[in-house]
C-alpha cells in the first residue's frame, strides 16, 4: 500500500463520522451527506501533495466538506429535495442525545446556514475560533459575531 493510499484510509476512519455529521447538517440529506464525504475524501486525495500542514488535517478536510457542500447546494439537484434535516437520520455519535441536546441540535439545523455552518463546526465539531474562520474564509470576529447571532436565535426559539 503506497502513503498516499495509506493516509486515505487512516483519514477516512478517523475523520469520516465528523464529515458525515457535518455535511448532513449542512445539507439535510443524508444520500447528499453521504455524496459529499465521499466526494471530500476524493479531493482531499488527489490534492494531498499539496496539503502543506498550515492547518490541522481535520481544519483541511472540514473546509473541504464545506465547500463540497457549498456546490451541491448550488447545484439544481437540491432545489427538488426537502432540506429539512431529521435527526434519526443523522449517524450516531459517540454518545447519545439528551432530550435537552436534542432540542439545540433541531434549534441549530434550523438556523440559517451562515450561522449553522458556524455552529456546527465551533461547537458541534470542536474546532477553535481560529480553525473555523480558516474553514469558513471568513475572520475570526466574523465567526464569533456569528456565533453569538446564533446563540440569540436558539435561545428565543427554545424558551419559546
Request: hydrophobic letters at 45%; proline letters at 3%; a positive charge.
Given at each position: 500500500?503506497?502513503q498516499?493510499?495509506a493516509?486515505?484510509?487512516?483519514?477516512?476512519?478517523?475523520?469520516?463520522?465528523?464529515?458525515?455529521?457535518?455535511?448532513?447538517?449542512?445539507?439535510?440529506?443524508?444520500?447528499?451527506?453521504e455524496?459529499?464525504?465521499?466526494?471530500?475524501?476524493?479531493?482531499?486525495?488527489?490534492?494531498?501533495?499539496?496539503?502543506?500542514?498550515?492547518?490541522?488535517?481535520?481544519?483541511?478536510?472540514?473546509?473541504?466538506?464545506?465547500?463540497?457542500?457549498?456546490?451541491?447546494?448550488?447545484?439544481?439537484?437540491?432545489?427538488?429535495?426537502?432540506?429539512?434535516?431529521?435527526?434519526?437520520?443523522l449517524?450516531?455519535?459517540?454518545?447519545?442525545?439528551?432530550?435537552?441536546?436534542?432540542?439545540?441540535?433541531?434549534?441549530?439545523?434550523?438556523?440559517?446556514?451562515?450561522?449553522?455552518a458556524?455552529?456546527?463546526?465551533?461547537c458541534?465539531?470542536?474546532?477553535?475560533g481560529d480553525?473555523?474562520?480558516?474553514?469558513?474564509?471568513?475572520?475570526?470576529?466574523?465567526?464569533f459575531?456569528?456565533?453569538?447571532?446564533?446563540?440569540?436565535?436558539?435561545?428565543?426559539?427554545?424558551?419559546?
Amino acid at each position: 500500500m503506497d502513503q498516499r493510499s495509506a493516509w486515505l484510509e487512516r483519514a477516512i476512519q478517523r475523520w469520516e463520522q465528523a464529515l458525515m455529521r457535518t455535511a448532513y447538517a449542512y445539507l439535510g440529506d443524508f444520500a447528499l451527506a453521504e455524496d459529499a464525504v465521499q466526494e471530500t475524501f476524493l479531493k482531499a486525495w488527489r490534492a494531498r501533495d499539496r496539503f502543506r500542514g498550515e492547518a490541522e488535517e481535520k481544519t483541511w478536510l472540514m473546509r473541504i466538506a464545506i465547500n463540497t457542500c457549498k456546490d451541491i447546494r448550488r447545484g439544481a439537484w437540491f432545489r427538488h429535495i426537502d432540506p429539512a434535516a431529521s435527526l434519526d437520520r443523522l449517524p450516531e455519535g459517540s454518545v447519545p442525545f439528551t432530550p435537552e441536546e436534542d432540542a439545540i441540535t433541531r434549534a441549530v439545523l434550523t438556523l440559517p446556514a451562515k450561522l449553522r455552518a458556524v455552529v456546527i463546526l465551533h461547537c458541534f465539531q470542536g474546532l477553535t475560533g481560529d480553525e473555523t474562520a480558516k474553514v469558513l474564509g471568513i475572520s475570526r470576529s466574523t465567526v464569533f459575531e456569528r456565533l453569538q447571532k446564533a446563540r440569540a436565535v436558539i435561545q428565543r426559539e427554545l424558551e419559546g
